[in-house]
């Protein structure tokens, strides 16, 4: 899957595709798409389409119908608001929270940010444990 990371204004995210446990290649997992930074994981394919919503352009619904794994952490630049998203497009607003660590390392990220470290500290923590995360 991934790590994705948010914290203090920086959002970070690793950059390593898996396929049927496999490495696949690498690919950037975060974006700035208008006011908006976003941080992505799960399934590749349906990135496009997610941004294209997050753009507020037309998009095809239909792909996150299908059993996928997909999670996302959406910051407005302007505001500082986060809000994460699931597979059914319904935004979830955080309140209040230090940090957001979202994909397969994020049990990981979110122990190294309590104990200090930095996001993209926090990746390179995850990927030495979770073999879905590299530190790229």
Do not use: C, H, W
Request: proline share 2%; net charge negative.
């Amino acid at each position: 899957m991934t790590t994705i990371v948010y914290k203090d204004g920086v959002l970070a995210g690793d950059r390593l595709i898996t396929f049927q446990d496999q490495v696949f290649g690498e690919s950037s997992k975060v974006f700035l798409i208008k006011d908006y930074a976003v941080g992505l994981a799960g399934s590749l394919a349906v990135f496009p389409d997610f941004l294209k919503f997050i753009a507020g352009e037309d998009f095809n619904k239909a792909v996150f119908e299908k059993e996928i794994s997909f999670d996302a952490v959406v910051i407005n630049r302007k505001t500082k608001e986060i809000v994460t998203y699931a597979k059914n497009l319904i935004p979830e607003k955080i309140e209040k929270a230090d940090f957001v660590a979202l994909g397969s390392g994020s049990g990981i990220a979110k122990g190294a940010l309590l104990m200090g470290a930095s996001p993209s500290e926090a990746i390179k923590i995850a990927a030495k444990i979770d073999l879905f995360t590299n530190d790229n």
